[in-house]
């Protein structure tokens, strides 16, 4: 699904950044922009993001 509209990136590209080392909202924007025109994007890709981190955590912490 398209999270932000204005430059295109969908939830999958959100899960990607994650996997790759994204931890945070400021990131994702520098990383694909998405959340850096309109805004309105941002509170569902945190979300987004958030949900992705979070089980990555709980792997690195565990090994």
Same mark, same amino acid.
């Given at each position: /699904?398209?999270?932000?509209? +204005?430059?295109?990136?969908?939830? #999958?590209? !959100?899960?990607? &950044?994650?996997?790759?080392?994204?931890?945070?909202?400021?990131?994702? /924007?520098?990383?694909?922009? +998405?959340?850096?025109?309109?805004? #309105?994007? !941002?509170?569902? &890709?945190?979300?987004?993001?958030?949900?992705?981190?979070?089980?990555?955590?709980?792997?690195?912490?565990?090994?």
């Amino acid at each position: /699904m398209y999270v932000c509209l +204005c430059h295109g990136i969908t939830d #999958s590209e !959100i899960r990607d &950044a994650a996997d790759s080392g994204c931890a945070g909202m400021s990131e994702l /924007m520098m990383r694909t922009g +998405c959340g850096s025109s309109c805004g #309105s994007c !941002i509170e569902t &890709a945190t979300g987004i993001l958030s949900e992705a981190v979070a089980p990555l955590s709980v792997v690195n912490e565990a090994a």
